[in-house]
């Protein structure tokens, strides 16, 4: 019964997303795939989305430049204070908080994500709603960019895991175990991409509070369950809320490079076209 819980919050929060989504959500601009369907053409144009999420810092002002200073500097006073907070919330423990465990921790899990995502795209196909459509694919989008991320930050960092039990100050570069890969966070990460894919295309209030708590609670409890270090989870929420913000301003703007190949008996080309 546990099992079939996240689940079923995942159908109700589609459901809910698709009758409360707003008819006037932000459109794209020009593009391939105008209605948003999960096609050859959303596939064509998933590497090159992604890829330009990855290069966005190269196209950043001072402003951006100041926020990553403002994330570098939080992230590094949770560092140093990781073991207090760490031990503070297993002090704090209550048997109510353990068995949401099982539920909660799901929120933050790919598959679950994923899932939630599918079930998203269904409704919007269902309901024909162009932009609960778009929601589920640009939250794909964002989720596969921050995963990404985190895995390669995870393989060059390689701390270890708090249950490894070495303190939070031991780091394993580029291990492959487990145990050693706790910076940043990978669920709080999927979970705030998710997140703020659906708030950048809801107008509804409560909508996008239930994405963010959603997404708060799972970053949360990856402490909780000793599976990371309060840096790891805020730094991890961190990527995936901004990568998400640069996928979304990436359809927003229509600020994307295409490329396409065509073979034919008598003819071959490559198109490369930019939309503004």
């Known amino acids: 019964m546990a099992e079939r819980r996240p689940i079923a919050a995942a159908l109700a929060l589609a459901i809910a997303l698709v009758a409360m989504s707003a008819p006037g959500a932000a459109q794209t601009s020009a593009s391939e795939n105008p209605d948003w369907r999960l096609n050859g053409g959303y596939l064509r144009n998933l590497p090159s989305d992604v890829a330009r999420a990855w290069t966005a810092p190269a196209r950043w002002d001072g402003d951006d430049f100041l926020t990553l200073a403002a994330f570098a500097g939080a992230t590094g006073l949770l560092f140093a204070f990781d073991r207090e907070i760490f031990d503070w919330i297993q002090d704090h423990k209550t048997d109510a908080s353990r068995e949401a465990s099982p539920v909660i921790s799901k929120f933050g899990n790919g598959g679950y994500l994923v899932g939630f995502l599918t079930v998203l795209y269904g409704g919007g196909e269902l309901f024909n709603s162009r932009s609960v459509r778009k929601t589920a694919l640009v939250g794909f989008e964002s989720f596969l960019a921050a995963s990404a991320t985190i895995m390669a930050i995870k393989l060059v960092v390689g701390r ?105 008996r008598d003819r071959r080309s490559v198109t490369l076209s930019f939309a503004f």
């Open 160 to 264: 270890a895991r708090p249950y490894a039990n070495e303190g939070p100050e031991s780091f394993h570069p580029f291990s492959f175990k487990g145990r050693y890969v706790s910076f940043a966070s990978g669920d709080a990460a999927g979970a705030f991409a998710v997140a703020a894919t659906i708030a950048e295309n809801s107008e509804s209030f409560w909508v996008d509070a239930l994405a963010y708590a959603a997404a708060g609670l799972a970053a949360f409890y990856r402490v909780h369950d000793k599976k990371h270090w309060p840096s790891d989870v805020f730094a991890g929420s961190a990527i995936g809320y901004f990568t998400a913000k640069a996928v979304n301003a990436l359809h927003k703007n229509g600020d994307a490079v295409r490329v396409s190949f065509e073979a034919g």
